[in-house]
């Protein structure tokens, strides 16, 4: 995911779980026996519940250099559509973060998706797109200028929660983050309630994203196939009567 001699931005939402990403590649970096860089940055969308200002005396402190970057087409955007979805927000945000990291000269990006957000993503696919798929932990953008990585994969809310509190990070506040009635929040309630009795279900999910059958899934592509699950693990085969 990091190698030596990467120039990493972070990409510092304001909330907990990027704030906790930061400070692990900050103690990553102290301990690794690799080199790497690390800048912070933070695109205004228009959408921030209070000022930005402990944010940037945080990163101060921290030593880390911090770009905060006023996205102009969000704020038309906003302006123009109200309404907009989340589709065409991180859209506009994924064009700001391109334009961000090639001025800052990086050659990684890195995200604050923690488990939490895997597991979403991977039930949203399957139950309302028709597609077997999460968020990918490491990828690069289109034309490859950038490593994508999502370093928080196995970091559980709860965590990020529990870390930002006993540290007092400085948090900013999404105006999204209130939005209620949501797919995402019905998904995060299905999940916590199963929780209550199934504590290991988020677990397990993730464990599943690493542990395809394809060969006991519907992808044409694969019927058919002796693969090597399949060799240990043969179908029954029933009786002809
Ligand atoms: S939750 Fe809000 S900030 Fe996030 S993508 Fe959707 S509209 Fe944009």
Redesign the pocket.
Known sequence: MIRDGDRIAVAVSGGKDSLTLLEALLALRQKAPIEFSLTAFTVE?G?FLRPVEPLRVHLEARGVPWVYYHDIPSFRLLREQPE???DL??RY?RRAVYEIASGLGANVIAFGHTADDFCEAFLRNALFTGKLSALPPVAHSRDRQFRLIRPLLYVTEEMTSAFARALELPLVP???SQ?TGTVRERIRGMLAELEKEYPTVKQNLLTAMGNLQLERLLDVRYLGEQTPAMAADPLPVLPAD
Do not use: A, E, F, I
Request: with cysteine; net charge positive; aromatic share 0%.
């Open positions: 969308q959408k907009h979805g989340c927000c991180s945000r999404c105006g999204c939005k």
